[in-house]
C-alpha cells in the first residue's frame, strides 16, 4: 500500500502545524507557500493549553522553552481609573489544572519553531515561492497548478492559505466579510526600555469606552507586545504590515493610566502597525470530496479571546486523528469538518461579543465592572472548556 499524500497550501502556523500532525500520522506531505523566504510577520501570541498541548505531543517542549514566556496571571482593568476589575492565575496553575502550559510567544518565534520541526522530517517537502492559481479534483486525485506551471498532485488538499484563501474561493466562491469599525494597533518594545514601568508579567486587558488596550511580554521577558484596539470609521486596510501614525496612537491612549501611557510613549514611532478588524459569519461547510480547510481560511477570528492560532493548532490535531480513523478521505473531511465547526463557532460568535463588552460605556461599563467580580465562578467554567479541551482525544 502506498503512502498518502497531501498538499497544504500555506505554511503559517496553522499549515506547518497540520504537515507535523499529518506526517507524525504517516502520511507524505508537500507544503506550498507563496512566499521565497518563510517567515511569520506579527508580535504576540497566546497559546493556551489547549493548543499547547497539541505542540508539546510534537516533541516541541524544549524548543518552546527556549522562547516562551510564561504569564503569572490574566489582569483586567479600568482603564478610567486603573482599577483591577478581576484578576485569574496562569503560570503553574494552568498546567496543574489541563495539564499543559499558557504560553506567550512571538508569532515569529513559534513559526520557526514549526518550520525547523517540518525542515527535520524527510516526510515533508516544502515547495516555497508558488503561488497557486488553480485547485481540481476528481473522484480519486486533487492537483493544484502554481504560476511557474508546475502541477502537483496528490490524494488530499488543505488549504490553509488565511483570511484571504484561494482553497476557499475555489470551493465556495466570494467571501462575505464586514468591518467592524474597529482598528487595531500592535507594537513589541524592548523591555529594557520600560524597566521603571514596573510592569508585573502577566498579560493585562485594560477596558475604556470604545477601546481597550492589551500588554504581554515574550521572549522569555525580553519583549513587551501591546495590542490597542479602537473603534474607528473611514479607515479599512485590513494587513497586518501596514504602518500607522504613531501621532493617532497617542492621541487615543496616550493619556490612559500607567503602565499603558508608559508604552506608548516608548514605543518605536517607526514600528507600530495598524489593521482594520473585519468579520466574517461562521461557515455552514468547509469541505468538498478530498479539499478541506483549516485555520483562518475556514474560521477567521477577531482577536477579543486569543484564539485564532489556538484554533488552527487544534483543527490540525483533529484532522490527523479523523485520517488515522478512516481510510475514506472524503468521510474523514466531513468528520473533521462536523467535529470542528461548532466549537470554532462558538469562538467566533463570542470573540465578536467580547468586542462589545469591552467596549462598553457609560451605565453599561459601570454595570459590567461592578459585576465582574461576582462573575469569576462563570468565567472559570467556561475556561474549563476552552482550555480543557483536548484535541488530542477528539
Same mark, same amino acid.
Given at each position: 500500500m502506498s503512502t498518502p499524500h497531501a498538499l497544504i497550501v500555506g505554511a503559517g502556523i496553522g499549515g506547518l502545524s497540520a504537515a507535523l500532525t499529518l506526517a507524525r500520522s504517516g502520511w507524505r506531505i508537500t507544503l506550498v507557500e507563496q512566499t521565497a523566504e518563510p517567515s511569520e510577520v506579527g508580535a504576540g501570541l497566546q497559546i493556551s493549553p489547549n493548543a499547547s498541548r497539541v505542540l508539546l505531543s510534537l516533541g516541541l517542549g524544549e524548543a518552546l522553552e527556549a522562547c516562551a514566556c510564561h504569564p503569572l496571571a490574566l489582569e483586567m482593568r479600568s482603564a478610567q481609573n486603573g482599577r483591577l476589575l478581576s484578576r485569574m492565575p496562569l503560570g503553574e496553575s494552568m498546567r496543574q489544572r489541563y495539564g499543559a502550559p499558557y504560553l506567550h510567544l512571538h508569532r515569529a518565534d513559534l513559526h520557526g519553531v514549526l518550520l525547523q520541526a517540518a525542515r527535520e522530517l524527510a516526510q515533508i517537502e516544502c515547495v516555497f515561492n508558488a503561488r497557486v492559481i488553480l485547485v481540481e479534483q476528481n473522484a480519486s486525485r486533487v492537483s493544484l497548478c502554481i504560476a511557474n506551471g508546475r502541477e502537483l498532485q496528490a490524494d488530499l488538499l488543505i488549504g490553509a492559505d488565511g483570511i484571504h484563501s484561494l482553497v476557499r474561493a475555489t470551493l465556495f466562491g466570494a467571501e462575505h466579510a464586514r468591518f467592524t469599525g474597529c482598528v487595531a494597533w500592535r507594537g513589541v518594545i524592548p523591555a529594557s526600555r520600560l524597566r521603571d514601568a514596573d510592569i508585573p508579567r502577566s498579560a493585562a486587558l485594560w477596558l475604556g469606552p470604545g477601546a481597550h488596550f492589551v500588554h504581554y511580554y515574550l521572549r522569555r521577558g525580553e519583549l513587551l507586545n501591546f495590542v490597542a484596539v479602537t473603534e474607528c470609521e473611514g479607515w479599512e486596510v485590513e494587513s497586518w504590515t501596514q504602518k500607522g501614525e504613531y501621532r493617532e496612537l497617542f492621541d487615543e491612549f496616550g493619556d490612559w493610566p500607567a503602565p499603558v501611557s508608559r508604552i506608548i510613549?516608548?514605543?518605536?514611532?517607526?514600528?507600530?502597525?495598524?489593521?482594520?478588524?473585519? *468579520? /466574517?459569519?461562521?461557515? #455552514?461547510?468547509?469541505?468538498?470530496?478530498?479539499?478541506?480547510?483549516?485555520?483562518?481560511?475556514?474560521?477567521?477570528?477577531?482577536?477579543?479571546?486569543?484564539?485564532?492560532?489556538?484554533?488552527?493548532?487544534?483543527?490540525?490535531?483533529?484532522?490527523?486523528?479523523?485520517?488515522?480513523?478512516?481510510?475514506?478521505? #472524503?468521510?474523514?473531511?466531513?468528520? $473533521?469538518?462536523?467535529?470542528? /465547526?461548532?466549537?470554532?463557532?462558538?469562538?467566533?460568535?463570542?470573540?465578536? *461579543?467580547?468586542?462589545?463588552?469591552?467596549?462598553?460605556?457609560?451605565?453599561?461599563?459601570?454595570?459590567?465592572?461592578?459585576?465582574?467580580?461576582?462573575?469569576?465562578?462563570?468565567?472559570?467554567?467556561?475556561?474549563?472548556?476552552? $482550555?480543557?479541551? *483536548? #484535541?488530542?482525544?477528539?
Open positions: 510613549e516608548a514605543a518605536d514611532p517607526a514600528a507600530c502597525f495598524k489593521w482594520a478588524l473585519f *468579520d /466574517r459569519p461562521p461557515m #455552514p461547510q468547509w469541505s468538498q470530496g478530498r479539499v478541506s480547510l483549516l485555520g483562518d481560511a475556514c474560521h477567521p477570528t477577531l482577536p477579543f479571546m486569543a484564539q485564532g492560532a489556538a484554533m488552527a493548532i487544534e483543527d490540525a490535531a483533529v484532522l490527523a486523528s479523523c485520517l488515522r480513523r478512516s481510510a475514506a478521505i #472524503p468521510g474523514a473531511l466531513l468528520e $473533521y469538518e462536523q467535529l470542528r /465547526r461548532a466549537r470554532t463557532a462558538e469562538i467566533q460568535n463570542t470573540s465578536r *461579543d467580547n468586542k462589545r463588552r469591552y467596549h462598553y460605556r457609560g451605565a453599561a461599563a459601570w454595570a459590567r465592572d461592578l459585576a465582574m467580580p461576582a462573575l469569576q465562578g462563570a468565567l472559570a467554567r467556561k475556561l474549563d472548556a476552552l $482550555y480543557g479541551y *483536548d #484535541p488530542l482525544r477528539v
